[in-house]
């Protein structure tokens, strides 16, 4: 390596790195706009000094979701890595290119533009070649010989200011975890242990509908989507493009939309003639989002959490639209929408039109996965018109059931109390509150506890304060079931309450007040509990409820348990609404109508497949006539308890 090389990047500011050399590239010709690329080779010295994980940086917690690009790092993974990869003498050993994101940065957080806005400012230096400047961040090309980024393949020198620039793994953070760990700091002297790498330096000339946030969790998505799969939780959280994703993370109210200040939880009304009052969005520190697919059936909420990312995303995909783009459409009221419609919104949704109805055409195909997915822009505003539209049932019914809106309230008094930001912090940041004072604090503001044993004890006491709502059972499966069936078949839900009521609703906001004030009028009636009982049953055995392996009534955490639970919840609050229109004489007439019978038929069968299993184990099975006619009487029985109940 030459002099100049060697001092290339050293600056008298202690802030800027060590030079790195590279091999250059550019994604020029697959995008709107060049992505750049270095291909380095990084010692452990560096991964140490130079490349930060996101969990690393101070404050992380207050960015919210739609400032963050990776997956949380699972201390299991990284003890596989180290344990039974890189200390085995037997293995041969090689990681693939860890990939990182050089991203202009404020108090080592993201910007999401470069600031100034651009371009590289290019210069020839007499016998020193190219090079090209951002504020904080320069590469050199020795062999450049005009200004413009060199063709493939050319070498450069690559340093960047940690002050205005933050190196982010977004790809490879569990081997750079279990490399640190196999080659602790203290320890770490030779230059010569080293990993492949790949820095991404988007060009200040950015694609247009995307910043850099966005374009850095967009890469992410498309680098381990064929690799490791990436958490359902991190999808929901990461992905731009899904309009589920999107709308699910518009429905949670972010803790520090700033990165510093904390977010206000106000009720506020959606509508001027109606009473019914919602927050912006249900707040992120009751809200878990790191729970995904493989832990719903067996996870536990914290005891201050009442939802989760994964509940709130499979309720809107697949029981709000039913994961159908005919029912998508039908909600959102997108079907005159043109493709050549000036606005890109609606031309993007009927050209996802034209390919669903021209399934058959292989070109034309987009599979399941993607048919809701547009470029984030559009995404954005897709997910607006729906929250828009829908706001009072997607938030309303997890801010505004008395449950969940008593525990909000608890949350808001202690949030807004003394210690409110700390307590805040440390639920996003830590899951739990650690035992000791003296313990290891991974966030910024924690470490105002360290060795303060008063503060540590009025803060557990906070915390210990934020008890979740009573009635269902404590595992995520119980939220997940009844909290999906809150949501099932909206459409068949109105049309079932406007039979009950005997008129239409004048709104779509009339008619979420109404559903959540039949929903609180059965949650004072005690419906909701696991053990409600009719006579000598409970409405949740074969609907919530199935028969465990020991023959005592278990979770059913399936799709078809929350919608059985959608169903039964629908029957339930029909007999609520009658109680102005006839009472269950009324709801009974009408089981025939559409958006009643099919529910009927689905809560009969499933208490009629219970009774069944448990008579089968006990011995005692009886003739099919019996169980149909047994389950018609109790759904009879069931109906005609809350009419009564909510008669005038």
Known sequence: MSNEWEQF?????????????????????????????????????????????????????KWGFEALFQRVIRDDWVTLIKNQYLSSPERLKFFPSVIIALLPCQNDAPLRQY?????????????????????????????????????????????????????????????????????????????S??????????????????????????????VNKNAKTVDDSRLILLDDRNFYNRLTRSMILQAYPDGENASVIEYKKIDDELALEIPGGIPQELVDTAAGRESADIAKLKSWQFTSAFILNRA?????????????????????????????????????????????????????????????????????????????????????FTPYKDHIARFNKVAKGEDGDLVRSLLLAEGSLPTKPGAEFTTKVALELKGDDAK??????????????????????????????????????????????????????EFAESYLDALNELNDLGVFARAYSV?????????????????????????????????????????????????YRHAKANFAKQGIQGAVTAVQNGWIRYARTKDNLAGAAKEAEHYQFDASKHLERVLKVIADANKI
Not at 367 to 383: G, H, I, K, N, Y
Request: aromatic share 10%; net charge negative; glycine share 8%.
């Open 9 to 61: 990047g050293n600056k008298s500011n202690s802030s800027w790195t060590a030079p790195i050399t590279f091999v250059y590239g550019s994604y020029n010709w697959l995008n709107e706009r060049p992505i750049h690329y270095c291909l380095a080779s990084l010692s452990v010295r560096n991964l140490w000094d130079d490349v930060r994980l996101m969990s690393e940086i101070p404050g992380v917690e």
């Open 115 to 191: 600031e100034p806005p651009g371009p590289f400012d290019f210069q020839l230096i007499e016998k020193k070649g190219l090079q090209a400047e951002l504020p904080g961040l320069r590469l050199h090309f020795p062999t450049g010989k005009e200004k413009q980024f060199p063709m493939f393949g050319q070498p450069g020198i690559l340093s960047w200011d940690r002050a205005k620039f933050v190196a982010i793994a977004i790809d490879g953070q569990h081997r750079i975890s279990a490399l640190r760990r196999f080659v602790p700091r203290e320890g770490q002297t030779a230059d």
């Open 193 to 222: 242990k080293d990993l492949p790498a790949t820095f991404l330096i988007f060009d200040p000339d950015m694609p247009n509908g995307r910043d850099l946030i966005q374009s850095t969790r967009e890469i992410f998505i498309d």
């Open 316 to 400: 809107v995909q697949y029981f709000f639209f039913e994961d159908r783009f005919e029912r998508f459409e039908e909600i959102l009221e997108t079907q005159d929408y043109k493709t050549d419609s000036e606005s890109e919104m609606e031309s993007s949704v009927a050209r996802r039109r034209e390919d669903y109805e021209d399934g058959d055409d292989e070109e034309a195909v987009i599979s399941d996965a993607d048919m809701l997915s547009f470029r984030p822009s559009v995404t954005e505003q897709v997910a607006e018109k729906a929250l828009m539209m829908h706001r009072g049932l997607l938030v309303g019914v997890f801010t505004a």
């Open 456 to 509: 540590f004890r009025r803060i557990k006491k906070e915390i210990s304060k934020l008890l979740r709502p009573n009635g269902w059972e404590d595992s995520l499966v119980w939220y997940s079931v009844f909290q999906r069936g809150l949501l099932y078949q909206p459409t068949f839900l109105r049309r079932a309450m406007e039979l009950g009521r005997g008129k239409t609703f004048e709104s779509r906001e």
């Open 535 to 583: 006579g000598s049953k409970r409405i949740w055995d074969g609907i919530a409820l199935k028969i465990g392996d020991s023959g005592e009534p278990a979770m059913d955490g399936s799709d078809s348990a929350a919608k059985r639970t959608g169903q039964l919840i629908r029957l339930l609050v029909l007999s609520v609404m009658t109680k102005d229109s006839g009472g």
